[in-house]
């Protein structure tokens, strides 16, 4: 905008405000008119007033600017990254884990979730982008601590705040056990090598065994030295979870790889009532004929009659059988290209994902045996499941189905967490470890919840790498010396995450 001074015809100047932003002159305002020289100054001056009211512009004196700006500068104390304490720290707090009054405790739970790493990288990262000072030597004496006090506490937390977020008493709970192997090849008492999910046969080892609920909400967890049986880990963690809630009716799902004769009785006798998927290719001869002469359609289901009170349901799902026949192609393009190189070694043959497939011709031979692919294609689609339940199929079936939970568990535990490799031997800070990465988890998955509540749009994963990048300016009002913070939200991801939970 501009000031013009227009005569007309009889000698009157008329002071106007105009406008040419849009291409075209537009008066916006007229001042005054006057044909006296000083007045006219006068409304030229007002109509320059009016400009600058208008547009917000003011005479500067930049040299100053430039100086107030670097007094600001010289005025900071620290930039620290704050993201993940709002994000995570309040989920934290709102969980209830706040009871735990160590800070550390906090630290390094927040920490496995955005920077998991060793403890010396953990203190570096704390220090680095926290300010937060602490030794190795201090975490470890920590650690020490933690396992005596804590580990119980967590998991009470844990089991109130599931409580709250399902609305009711927790009936049914999912169990699993995966292994957690180690770099090193010395042994204890505790580490040993056993069967390893992760093929680190060689490696000693711990299991891990998870109880969830439905959702996937972690409840309780225990270790076991690395050469126990998988199933024998089940009761243990059970009975001290039921005890512990004083649970009169709970419903147990587990996979068919807990699955024996003794887990199945001994949850009998203890009054559980179960869900356990089946192995029904090692079922009596009679029951396999059974299930093989059954036509179900897609989705469709079938209950066999089993003693001793217990249900076999057999449930066929046509995408479960694509992925059979396509899993089976895979082995045999896999064993073709060995048996053809002649590479197959005893290795392959010893693993049950091969042998099936395979018959050895005297003493050297080994081919694909068609007549095994065909006997074993003859399974695809098919699923079992036993249980000693009143509840109807699909409600058997669906529930069955949430077991993936805690496989995601275990994933994001080993994946995300990075809950292995473990850097301790000590037998109380292996333990103080998988408590730390217990909690970190349950802090995912309530993230994971309220962000599908909020109709948020990404992932946890997404949501953390956000708020990684937000920070707070920790400074010094260079007259009044006071001190500030301020949290630096620039962009809209961080405005919206911002905005979501309220920080």
Known sequence: M????????????????????????????????????????????????????QSGIAEFDFDQVDKLFEQFLSGINSIRIIGPSLLLGGIFDAIGF???PDELFRKLVLARLCYPASKLKTTEYLRRYEGFIVDEDQVYRYLDKLNKTQKRQVQCISYKHTQRVLGQQISVVFYDVTTLYFEIKQEDALRKPGYSKDGKHQNPQILLGLLVSAGGYPLAYDIFHGNKFEGHTMMPVLNLFRRKYKLTQLV?????????????????????????GARLKNEPANTRAAVLSLQLGDGKSVELSRNEGNRLIVNYAAARALKDNDNRQKAIRRLEKLVKAD???????????YNRLLKMEGEIKVALDADKITADSQWDGLKGYITNTNLPINEIITNYSHLWQIEKAFRIAKTDLEIRPIYHRLKQRIEAHICIAFTAYKVYKELERLLREKQAGFSPEKAIEIAKTIYRINATKPKTREQVARVIITTEEQRLLADLFGF
Request: charged share 20%; glycine share 10%.
């Open 2 to 53: 501009f000031v013009r001074q227009k005569k007309n015809k009889s000698g009157l100047v008329s002071v106007q405000v105009i406008d040419k932003s849009r291409g075209k002159y537009r008066v916006v305002k007229t001042i005054g008119s006057s044909v006296d020289p000083g007045e006219l100054s006068n409304l030229i001056a007002h109509a320059e007033t009016w400009i600058a009211e």
């Open 98 to 100: 706040n009871a735990i």
């Open 252 to 276: 147990v799902v587990a996979d068919a790889g807990l699955l024996s004769g003794s887990n199945i009785e001994a949850l009998g006798l203890n009054g559980y009532q179960y869900i356990i």
């Open 343 to 353: 590479k197959l070694t005893k290795s392959h043959i010893n693993n049950k994902g």
